[in-house]
């Protein structure tokens, strides 16, 4: 879905699909984009593959999610390729959340009992505001790294900005305020924040943790005393917890999706979020 044919132009390769979205919208025909990671996986746990050394190899740019989200399987994929252009402090290696205004932020990194947002919550891909940041970013360094093309990706960073102003006014209709919900992962912090929405508690005990059944157990008490009535969660995590919660308490399931591509209609970053709100509507 975002191969390029052409040859002769600038090779990107992302690790996320919505990354990858991004790079579309911005450099479209003119670059030649891998997108590496799969939206049947869940982004926490990729293991590196060899087919993602070989691409990684021949970018000329490299671009990521960061905030450790990536710890996994990126550093060794980066010193595997030994690509001088993507290593750490070169011009072709961009850490996604540079331009990113970042929530959640612990006062310590405390990657204690596994926790995997040790720098704050990285899935910042669900805030419009921080969206347009990172594409105008993108625009520069692709800008930098191909001056050539620079006038035709800034021409489609202003088409993209004000498709982003219009989306944004319909968005604001959709608005959960006093809505409560619990959430499998903390996921949709960023569009909670922008919308409105409350999540009272996680079906993880930490990020990237499975429940025990003391947990459940406890989670289940506090949604019948607040009278919380609802748990979103995605594909990528276990149905069994989720259903015996909504057994116990009578909680409808809303199921959205992660990334880009996770759904058949998920084409692109804009039916990602489209998806979501009326989801959650
Ligand atoms: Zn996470």
């Known amino acids: 879905m975002f191969m390029g044919t052409a ?26 984009l891998d997108v590496i990671v799969k939206a049947t996986q869940d982004p926490h746990f ?31 994929l980066i010193e595997s390729s030994r690509n001088q252009k993507i290593q750490s402090g070169m011009a072709g290696n961009v850490d996604c959340s540079r331009y990113v205004k970042v929530i959640d932020h612990p006062d310590k990194v405390d990657r204690s009992m596994g926790d995997v947002h040790p720098f704050g919550n990285p899935h910042y891909h669900f805030s419009p505001k921080n969206i347009e940041r990172v594409a105008a970013g993108i625009t520069e360094v692709l800008s930098r790294l191909d001056t ?28 959960f305020h006093g809505k409560k919900v619990i959430a499998y992962h903390k996921l949709f912090e960023y569009l909670a924040a922008d919308f ?50 909504a057994d116990k308490t009578g909680a409808r399931v809303i199921v959205l999706p ?17 998806t979501v709100l009326t989801r959650l509507q």
């Not at 090779?11 to 030649?32: A, D």
Request: proline share 6%; no cysteine.
């Open 148 to 175: 050539g093309n620079a006038d035709f990706f800034r021409k489609n960073m202003a088409v993209f900005s004000s498709k982003l102003h219009g989306k944004e006014s319909a968005w604001k209709a959709k608005h």
């Open 258 to 274: 992660h990334d880009v591509g996770s759904m058949p209609e998920i084409v692109d970053w804009f039916t990602l979020m489209d």
């Open 46 to 76: 990729v293991e590196a593959k060899p087919s993602m050394i070989l691409a990684v190899r021949k970018a000329d740019v490299l671009m990521y999610n960061g905030l450790d989200l990536e710890i996994g399987y990126l550093p060794v």
């Open 196 to 245: 409105g929405l409350t999540i009272s508690g996680y079906v993880e005990p930490k990020p990237g943790i499975p429940p025990s059944v003391a947990y459940i157990g406890r989670l289940i008490e506090k949604m019948k005393e607040e009278r919380i009535h609802t748990v979103i969660t995605t594909s990528l995590y276990p149905r069994k917890e989720v259903d015996f919660i």
């Open 7 to 32: 040859f002769g132009e600038l090779r990107v390769v992302v690790t996320l699909p919505w990354i990858g979205s991004l790079v579309n919208e911005i450099g479209k025909y003119r670059v030649h």
